[in-house]
């Protein structure tokens, strides 16, 4: 399918948690300090994709924040798993349905999708629109989340786009841009 508009969209953990500004960066493969400002790996990646693609950039935030404390984060994640939990998402994306390409960048938790990027397929119909997924992982890769998304939007393309290991993501920006420069000129 031609991409005409798109948007890319992501969740990370960053926009998801209330981080003092001193938090050290430099001791987690998930957060960066770009220019003195704390940006997780799937937020870059949707910044690099937008600057390719020339979209705008919405980011998937909860209601609810994750802790500070990695750990503690991991806890509350597996919990809203096994609990198949759907986060009430803080905004809305009113003009989805303008967009025929989504360019999807998230972490893999546990071999699954972050539950609010759950709450953000069921609250929107990406029926026949090309559906990108960019993973940020520790070594897990996509595991089934493609598969799952595919059976969230059956009516959608959706394509493995880059699966990134954490803490490679900064070296893989140019293979990033590449990746979407290569489908635009499709």
């Known amino acids: ?10 969740f990370s953990r960053v ?11 430099v001791t987690s493969a998930s957060l960066n300090r770009i220019d003195g400002e704390l940006k997780g790996n799937a937020q870059l990646m949707a ?3 937008a600057d390719e693609a020339d979209c705008e950039v919405f980011e998937i935030v909860s209601e609810e924040s994750y802790p500070v404390d990695y750990d503690a984060t991991v806890d509350q ?9 759907r986060p009430k998402l803080k905004y809305g994306f009113e003009n989805i349905d303008d967009y025929d390409t989504i360019w999807l960048a998230f972490p893999n938790w546990w071999a699954d999708l972050p539950m609010p990027v759950y709450s953000f397929f069921e609250e929107y119909d990406l029926s026949g629109k090309n559906i ?6 520790e070594g897990s890769g996509y595991s089934s989340t493609v598969k799952t998304i ?3 939007e059956p009516d959608a393309n959706v394509v493995e786009a880059r699966s990134v290991k954490g803490g490679s993501v900064s070296d893989e920006e140019n ?11 499709k």
């Open 15 to 25: 926009g998801n948690t209330d981080f003092p500004s001193d938090i050290d960066a």
């Open 47 to 49: 910044e690099w994709i």
């Open 132 to 137: 990108y997924v960019f993973i940020t992982h």
């Open 150 to 152: 595919r059976e969230l």
């Open 1 to 10: 399918m031609p991409i005409n508009k798109s948007a890319a969209v992501y």
């Open 175 to 185: 293979s990033i841009r590449e990746f979407v420069k290569e489908q635009l000129s």
């Open 77 to 85: 994640a597996k919990q809203e798993q096994a609990d198949n939990k």
